[in-house]
């Protein structure tokens, strides 16, 4: 993609990136993911978020703001609305290109800038709601938007063309397929698209609920035109869609998710195996919706954006070593460290010669706030009353789901 005019004066450069490196060194990107950087041209020019060097990105990058024109010596300000290295790793060879730019951030962010890039010089902070006029009729408003996700955060607002430029948050993973805009998604595309937001959000924000609803309040004042985040879609046909969405998953985190369940199922020697079918039939019995994972065969990233969205939770897994099968236990341990909380949930699960899996389990529901609605235990392969048992307690989990006010 070339550099594309949002607005007159108003410029996306992003790259994409289509790399199978696992994004923060933790999450797959098997569909990749865009680094969007904005520029902004009024008598002076701006430019808002860098990228990364990354699959030849930094070349691509420069042919983007050479195609609009503007040189990137020209460039007088540099304004990081977040520090994350997806946004400034360019940040040195830049200002080698562009020696007399400007950086402007938020307090914290240029102590970062010190820490991360050994910057100190040209720097400047920006004050929440400080402006700066670019001429022309360009200015850029600022938000301190903490701990969306890290503590520098801010957004810049471009006041005469109601762009918002959201840094992570209303980002989506999935490099950009040919187009830019919300209304240039095809059908075909359009869950892609959601389900690479809601895997973003569940693996990269889930922790910072509260900030983000605190943050869309701030912002609720604005009259956006258009919402432009660091990754994923630029929203200008439905601005206030992306808001809901992000304001629908941050409520996930306090217990108003979606009428589903999550089945997570781990097993060794095909017992457990034997009973996921016996609840998947008892929960399809009530019509609800399911997820179906086996662990730890698919990444926890996908995973967890299941967890997150879901009201029920249903973990079958064995015991082992007197324990939870330690691929279950990781996997409840990151629901955990996201903050997964406010759930239901059931356990089923074969053991050998001894128990001790449900003690674990009991253990990580109470962390995690998770409401259980029963168990099933069986010694070894399920007998067909134990496997009838089993169809019993998903059908009435899923009518707990199904039915809660």
């Known amino acids: 993609m070339t550099a594309i005019e949002m607005k007159p004066g108003s410029w996306w450069i992003g790259v994409n990136i289509r790399s199978h490196d696992l994004f923060e060194g933790l999450w797959p990107i098997p569909h990749g993911v865009s680094l969007n950087s904005y520029l902004v041209c009024g008598r002076d020019v701006a430019l808002i978020d860098l990228v990364r060097e990354w699959s030849g990105s930094a070349r691509t990058y420069l042919d983007q703001i050479e195609s609009t024109g503007v040189r990137p010596s020209e460039v007088r300000y540099l304004i990081l609305n977040h520090l994350e290295p997806d946004h400034t790793d360019f940040i040195n060879t830049f200002r080698r290109i562009a020696p007399g730019v400007e950086i402007l951030s938020t307090p914290k962010g240029i102590e970062m800038a010190g820490h991360l890039f050994g910057i100190s010089e040209g720097v400047r902070t920006v004050q929440d709601g400080e402006e700066l006029d670019l001429g022309e009729g360009k200015k850029l408003v600022f938000y301190h938007t903490p701990f969306v996700h890290w503590p520098e955060t801010m957004v810049t607002y471009e006041a005469d063309s109601g762009i918002l430029y959201s840094c992570d948050a209303f980002g989506g993973f999935g490099a950009l397929k040919g187009i830019l805009f919300d209304d240039q998604v095809q059908e075909c595309d359009s869950q892609f698209y959601y389900d690479e937001m809601l895997r973003y959000y569940a693996n990269i924000v889930a922790n910072f609920a509260r900030p983000v609803q605190n943050a869309i309040k701030k912002l609720a004042a604005l009259q956006i035109a258009m919402v432009a985040p660091s990754h994923g879609l630029v929203w200008r046909a439905k601005p206030a869609e992306v808001i809901e969405r992000y304001a629908r998953f941050a409520g996930y985190?306090?217990?108003?998710?979606?009428?589903?369940?999550?089945?997570?199922?781990?097993?060794?020697?095909?017992?457990?195996?034997?009973?996921?079918?016996?609840?998947?039939?008892?929960?399809?019995?009530?019509?609800?919706?399911?997820?179906?994972?086996?662990?730890?065969?698919?990444?926890?990233?996908?995973?967890?954006?299941?967890?997150?969205?879901?009201?029920?939770?249903?973990?079958?897994?064995?015991?082992?070593?007197?324990?939870?099968?330690?691929?279950?236990?990781?996997?409840?341990?990151?629901?955990?460290?996201?903050?997964?909380?406010?759930?239901?949930?059931?356990?089923?699960?074969?053991?050998?010669?001894?128990?001790?899996?449900?003690?674990?389990?009991?253990?990580?529901?109470?962390?995690?706030?998770?409401?259980?609605?029963?168990?099933?235990?069986f010694r070894g392969a399920p007998t067909p009353e134990q496997l009838q048992e089993a169809q019993e307690l998903g059908a009435a989990f899923a009518r707990s789901i199904r039915d809660e006010d």
Do not use: C
Not at 325 to 352: C, Q, T, V, Y
């Open 253 to 377: 985190s306090s217990g108003a998710a979606e009428r589903g369940i999550t089945l997570i199922w781990s097993s060794m020697y095909g017992n457990t195996k034997t009973a996921v079918d016996a609840v998947m039939r008892g929960i399809a019995s009530e019509n609800v919706p399911i997820d179906l994972f086996e662990v730890p065969t698919i990444h926890e990233s996908y995973i967890l954006a299941s967890i997150f969205k879901n009201r029920g939770i249903a973990v079958g897994a064995p015991t082992y070593e007197v324990g939870l099968f330690p691929p279950m236990a990781h996997l409840l341990d990151s629901a955990e460290r996201k903050h997964m909380r406010n759930k239901k949930a059931i356990r089923f699960g074969s053991f050998g010669w001894s128990g001790g899996a449900q003690k674990e389990f009991d253990a990580l529901a109470e962390s995690l706030q998770w409401e259980q609605k029963g168990t099933l235990e």
